[in-house]
T-cell receptor, first 117, second 112 residues
Framework: DAGVIQSPRHEVTEMGQEVTLRCKPI?????LFWYRQTMMRGLELLIY????????DSGMPEDRFSAKMPNASFSTLKIQPSEPRDSAVYFC???????????????FGPGTRLTVT | AQKITQTQPGMFVQEKEAVTLDCTYD???????LFWYKQPSSGEMIFLIY??????QNATEGRYSLNFQKARKSANLVISASQLGDSAMYFC?????????FGSGTKLNVKP
């Protein structure tokens, strides 16, 4: 399996521009997660989906952020308009269905390093 | 909600020695999992080891073992025979079903 695929790997954009990050989860995984990692705040869960349905978006910082999962093999995280404080590494992760007690491990993509100038 | 505490922001260990990275958690759930991830300087997050709350035996994966003390709510990672390639950030995590909560991480430096 190719693992979780994210694109682009690096994105540099100007403040005010729209940014779209993409993720392809591992086939057969029915959970998908979006995280943001910064030095100041560590690893933050933004939103997660189960079977393409958003379950918890309480970590989405504000209305400028939106996420979709139109099918089992694709998800996007969009920031519109982007701001310099959005600069971070954004990870997508997927996991198989909850199995044994405590759930299943998550498999992370390589991340997208976003820089907003 | 769950909470993970990693009290060691940075640690050093001599190559070939063992090292323990501390992790405590706070949860009221009866069923939960404990996970450790490694993040090298290249940035990817690598899953290392998993322990279920009902598992009576400590989990082991090669040179990694998880010292699970349920009553103390601790899930320390033990790396035996440290290698230079073990230098990285290490994150402890717990979950409520599939929603994960991560600690702030411990930066491990292995000295030659």
């Amino acid at each position: 399996d190719a693992g979780v695929i994210q694109s682009p790997r690096h994105e540099v954009t100007e403040m005010g521009q729209e940014v779209t990050l993409r993720c392809k989860p591992i086939s057969g995984h029915d959970y998908l997660f979006w995280y943001r990692q910064t030095m100041m705040r560590g690893l933050e869960l933004l939103i997660y989906f189960n079977n393409n349905v958003p379950i918890d978006d309480s970590g989405m910082p504000e209305d400028r952020f939106s996420a979709k999962m139109p099918n089992a093999s694709f998800s996007t995280l969009k920031i519109q308009p982007s701001e310099p404080r959005d600069s971070a590494v954004y990870f997508c992760a997927s996991s198989p269905p909850v199995g044994l007690a405590g759930g299943s491990e998550q498999y992370f993509g390589p991340g997208t390093r976003l820089t907003v100038t | 909600a769950q909470k993970i505490t990693q009290t060691q922001p940075g640690m050093f260990v001599q190559e070939k020695e063992a090292v323990t990275l501390d992790c405590t958690y706070d949860t009221s759930d009866q069923s939960y999992g404990l996970f450790w991830y490694k993040q090298p300087s290249s940035g990817e997050m690598i899953f290392l080891i998993y322990q279920g709350s009902y598992d009576e035996q400590n989990a082991t994966e090669g040179r990694y073992s998880l010292n699970f003390q349920k009553a103390r709510k601790s899930a320390n990672l033990v790396i035996s025979a440290s290698q230079l390639g073990d230098s990285a950030m290490y994150f402890c995590a717990t979950n409520n079903f599939n929603k994960f909560y991560f600690g702030s991480g411990t930066k491990l430096n292995v000295k030659p």
